[in-house]
């Protein structure tokens, strides 16, 4: 480095001063042209160029030529090549003098460099013929680091900006390495041995770093980029104090680049993380601003910092990444966007850091912002993508959920989403087996968003399965193949879903098939009505309902006007059209409503998604073909089975049922030999699920195979007839329909197969009676006019008589009350066939003419009564019981889906068939429900029948209610669509109208069972609870003035009586407390029903009296203490009774033997007898509901999701019981899985209702206690521990002398087996409960010891070791307790 001499003074030349040039150059002044200075000049320059710094001779020699070099005439010469040769001179001169500078003024030096650094400005233009001076000018000064002079000047910092500002602005893409490398050379010694680089010389390399200069020179950010590489540990003391200034203390003033700053921090990282040391900690600081747009800033800044591919920032520094995952949950809205926007980055970047975001992502995915929910699908799909091991199965389970999600374009990103993840993945296989196997649920998934309720998801999980799942541009083979093996592994809801898309479609060809044919008929307004009607139809199956309406008008009058476009539409949906040909129609269609001039045309849009959904682009005569191929195959044994996934026997199974619901939306593509051949050998095949697979497909297929197919028909009836008599009931009941379905000789067919089942009839024998009877059922359903008066004999004689009145084997005394189909003895399933035979020949009949139909609802509601042991022989299992319940139940209701019988069935037999709904049995609630919901939504069953769902309130389980209340919202919207699209509807309100279900439920809430006491406060609440479940689905829109509407109707109910017995003061006061409950409800939950009804009501006179107008009842039938209740749902319970009233009046429980009634079974008479009735039960049962449940307890139903506890019983029907007071109690109603509840009505402490041990396992229970664990109760005595508390919960009730001599007997019998230490079951039924007084001395001591051990009980749950004592220990100390009560109160009653 040069150094200034120690003199102040300018150094003279010596001599006197003179100039000497060098050899050959005369002397240079200014009164010579240019050119010769140029000349004279480049001599010197070759001079200076020779010299060394060891000639120290010619240095003194030349020391005044370079003084002179340095002067004005020189420095501020105009011509360009006279500046630069002088700038070689001097930058030659620097290198010759070094260490010591022969300029000794500072100004003068000053000068000099800015005069040398406008110079290096010719750097720029590569093809200069001067280009090289001003190289060998650059690389003199970077060699000798000449400028290292300046660091003595006072405005030194001048100098280098000029400098940096040049070379930064000259540095282009033509200049080579060796110049770059210079320009470094030049820079880096000047930054790296001075004392500090100021702010403005930083700002000149910084600036370049700015994406707008980054963008203008790339070379000049490639300098500046490698330049602060090299000098990184002197320039990052000065970076990290810019930015102090600028983040912390807010100095923007400080910097032109002070707005820059978040780029330059990403810059400066990417180029070397050091230069950001002690930034960093900073922009933590920023990330705690009060600022959401500067958050938001520095949340940007970090994204790209934390997520650049080799960034270690996050393991590097975990406080600020840490600082940074907690921006994921700001307030901000397009902070927390970001912050998703960051992770898909990192995901594919940093997959070891990944796992931190994965609880943030999943908060995320539930935000409010659709934006930013829509993202978190985004950045997790796209990781997916590119490699399945970076998103694990928590992510790729918050994409799953998002398919539900409310939004159209989270649930679209979504699902598009996981189909692109299974198209590559599961359908090429990209990355192998344990990839697909990781989303092989997706399929699963995708197809299950068909049951949502929106036409666009119903349209895009079609797309996704043409596009993704099995593409339509595969070959035939490939693509039947696809579907084969995917229909094999789809779970049974997406089986379920991809074969109602089938169906769906097919509709939708089927509507567009009868629009064509309208349009060939004359044009008459019956023919325009009816052509609106399908329209309307067609575009509720389109997105946007209103826009598509207008679409397909107009899209109809295009096909009016144009014969081309009808053809190619007919051709398209034609059952004959191949795929191939299908596309072809398509592709025309489309071209034909293209207009060029329109960039967006949505009517074209519209019709692409019809076509779309009509088109058959999977299935036609070629890809039956091939599936039946792949059939053959799996059959034997040479398919690939086994490499995708699935047993042979299980892609036999699939295949033929992917078979059978083609053959419904398919039935042409089927005909052909080859197809029919392979069918017969699947008939052939054990597994009997698969030949009824293929007897269907016969039936759906062969209406030609009689004519075309002689030999096939030859093999197929023997087959058939072979089925109908000794296959399986499905199978039987198939070939039945077959046979009808396809031959022109039915009736001669079918009576081949009926006489002789009809001879063979042999109750002895049940498990050779439940195929007969089907096919005897469905042949008399499907030719009543030719069986119809056989089937009555057989009715009369066997089924009844000989079947259903007898019961020849014992059941299984398994206590549960429902058993897999497995389990069920042969003689129930008969009879249920027999019942189910029954309703067929009446739907095969249609008509009551013999009376037939009332037996047989008679026969159904006996059934119902004696809860389906309906020869009270107790032979029969409480789980057989309860499948003849359930077929009792759905007899009845199928056969009011026939007008003809809708009209007999009495209000009794509706309430009775109603209240199956509520059975004791969980599956039986369950199927009947469903059932029933079926009907309804099919418009099959009278609208008086969806009031039963109104008893759901009562259901314990929520899921049941659940169900209940979607079934409602389905059913409702249903009848309203169907109104507002049939103009005739309006002529048949009475049965179509929701809102006339509430006559119908307020009847049948009066009849119900449990509502006993009129005034009682807790059944008052109860029915309030029914009400609001229907009211609360129809109250949710006040159409048309609705309330009003239902208010009026209530109204007016008060003013008529109860049809069912109208003289029965109890009835008619049931009936209005019910309405004056609902008008209540409706007055408490609408502010609109005071308005007047824009209709008046029709009341239906088979449940309510015509009005008389001599009748005005006016009368408030709810007291102010009922309406306090039905506002708060709360019941205030009376003051307490004192300790010694209380002792005295506690019940004692004790577990006896239950006698079996002496009572005949009633005489059953035939149907065919129009005069003779099926005969009921007698009242008087000796089996009792409450026992029932107890003798079961929690064993009742191991498959049962609801949990019961064993219910305090009280005896028999009618055995009277006394209160200790004196007063006697009225008998409840015995009423099978509905014990009546409280006898006061109110409701008790949580004390007293925790003492209790359940509330039984009846219908009706929405709170039921928690039940005995079936595992620790399965070998042991149903006890029932009954508190002294539960007085209130079930009063005593006196036996009768008999019912005493038996109670004192089987006290004996307990006692001895407690001696004998055992318990056991005596009797076939098990032990029931009785309750019996005894003196107050002997209630107090007894009383005093039961509490003792209660105490026990407590302390044990108390001293428990977890939180949760397991339910089996705490049953089984309970269950030791019962014992030892039991023993010490009978030792009791004997002394």
Known sequence: MMEFPQQPQQQRPAGDGKIIYPLGVKEITDKISNDEVVKRLKLVVKTYMDMDQDSEEEKQ???????????????????????????????????????????????????????????????????????????????????????????????CNEIFIQLFKTLFSVINNSHNQKVQMHMLDLMSSIIMEGDGVTQELLDTILINLIPAHKNLNKQAYDLARTLLKRTVQTIETCIASFFNQVLVMGKSSVSDLSEHVFDLIQELFAIDPLLLVSVMPQLEFKLKSNDGEERLAVVKLLAKLFGAKDSELATQNRPLWQCFLGRFNDIHVPVRLECVKFASHCLMNHPDIAKDLTEYLKVRSHDPEEAIRHDVIVTIINAGKRDLNLVNDQLLGFVRERMLDKRWRVRKEAMMGLAQLYKKYCLHHEAGKESALKISWIKDKLLHIYYQNSIDDKLLVEKIFAQYMVPHSLETEEKMKCLYYLYACLDTNAVKALNEMWKCQNMLRGLVRELLDLHKLPTSEANTTAMFGKLMTIAKNLPDSGKAQDFMKRFNQVLGEDEKLRLQLDQLISPTCSCKHAEQCVREITRKLTFPKQPTNPFLEMVKFLLERIAPVHIDSEAIS????????????????????????????????????????????????????????????????????????????????????????????????????????????????????????????LAQIFEPLSRSLNADVPEQLITPLVSLGHISMLAPDQFASPMKSIVANFIVKDLMMNDRSIGNKNGRLWTTDDEVSPEVLAKVQAIKLLVRWLLGMKNNQSKSANSTLRLLSAMLVSEGDLTEQKKISKSDMSRLRLAAGSAIMKLAQEPCYHEIITPEQFQLCALVINDECYQVRQIFAQKLHVALVKLMLPLEYMAVFALCAKDPVKERRAHARQCLLKNISVRREYIKQNPTAHEKLLSLLPEYVVPYMIHLLAHDPDFTKPQDLEQIRDIKECLWFMLEVLMTKNEN?????????????????????????????????????????????????????????????????????????????????????????????????????????????????????????????TIASTNSQPGSPGTDKSRDVNSEASETGARE???????????????????????????????????????????????????????????????????????????????????????????????????????????????????????????????????????????????????????????????????????????????????KLSVKRRFVKTRMVRQ
């Open 626 to 749: 091939a599936l039946v191929k792949l059939l053959n195959k799996s059959t034997e044994g040479t398919a690939d089975d086994e490499e995708e996934g699935v047993t042979p026997d299980t892609a036999i199974r699939a295949g033929l049922e992917l078979l059978k619901i083609l053959s419904f939306t398919h039935p042409t593509a089927f005909h052909s030999t080859e197809t029919y051949e392979s069918l017969l050998q699947c008939l052939k095949m054990e597994d009997d699920k698969v030949a009824e697979a293929a007897i269907q497909i016969f039936r759906n297929t062969g209406q030609k195979i009689e004519s075309e197919l002689p030999q096939i028909r030859s093999t197929l009836i023997p087959v058939l007839h072979q089925k109908a008599k000794r296959g399986t009931p499905h199978q039987a009941k198939q070939a039945v329909h077959c046979i009808h379905a396809i031959f022109h000789n039915k009736e001669v067919q």
């Open 61 to 155: 020699q030349y020391l005044a030529l370079a003084l002179h070099l340095a002067s004005e005439f020189f420095l501020r010469n105009p011509n360009k090549d006279v500046r630069l040769l002088v700038a070689c001179c001097l930058a030659d001169i620097f290198r010759i003098y070094a260490p010591e500078a022969p300029y000794t003024s500072h100004d003068k030096l000053k000068e000099i460099f800015l005069f040398i650094t406008r110079q290096l400005k010719g750097l720029e233009d590569t093809k200069s013929p001067q280009f090289n001076r001003y190289f060998y000018l650059l690389e003199n000064l970077a060699w000798v680091k000449s400028y290292n002079i300046c660091f003595e000047l006072e405005d």
């Open 1197 to 1375: 139903n191991e498959e049962n999701p609801e949990k019961r506890a064993v219910p305090a019983s009280d005896g028999t029907e009618n055995s009277k019981s006394v209160n200790p007071a004196g007063s006697q109690a009225t008998p409840n109603k015995p009423r099978r899985g509905r014990p009546p509840k409280n006898a006061t009505g109110v409701a008790m402490p949580d004390k007293e209702a925790g003492a209790t041990t359940g509330r039984g396992a009846g219908r009706g229970r929405k709170r039921a206690a928690p039940a005995q664990d079936p595992a620790s109760t399965a070998s042991t005595d149903p006890i029932s521990t009954k508190t002294p508390k539960q007085q209130k919960e079930a009063e005593p009730k006196r036996a009768t002398p008999q019912r005493q001599i038996d109670l004192q007997r089987s006290v004996r019998v307990a006692q001895r087996a407690y001696e004998h230490g055992s318990l056991k079951t005596y009797g076939s039924e098990g032990e029931t409960e009785r309750e019996f007084e005894s003196s107050p001395e002997y209630v107090l001591s007894l009383t005093q010891l039961l509490e003792q051990q209660d105490e026990t009980i407590h302390m044990q749950l108390r001293d428990a070791p977890g939180p949760k004592q397991k339910e089996a220990d705490c049953t089984a100390e309970q269950v």
């Open 1041 to 1165: 003035n609705s309330h009003s509407f239902l208010r009026k109707m209530v109204e007016n109910i008060k003013q008529t009586k109860d049809a069912q017995s109208p003289d029965d003061p109890k009835a008619n006061e049931k009936l209005y407390i019910v309405c004056d409950v609902a008008l209540f409800v409706i007055a408490n939950k609408s502010t609109s029903c005071h308005l007047d009804s824009p209709k008046d009501p029709v009341l239906p006179t088979k449940f309510f009296t015509p009005p008389d107008k001599d009748f005005i009842n006016d009368k408030e039938y709810l007291s102010a203490e009922a309406k306090t209740v039905l506002t708060t749902g709360k019941i205030i319970m009376p003051p307490k009774q004192t300790v010694v009233l209380a002792t005295l009046n506690k019940p004692l429980v004790t577990t006896v033997r239950r006698m079996p009634a002496k009572t005949t079974p009633t005489e059953m008479g």
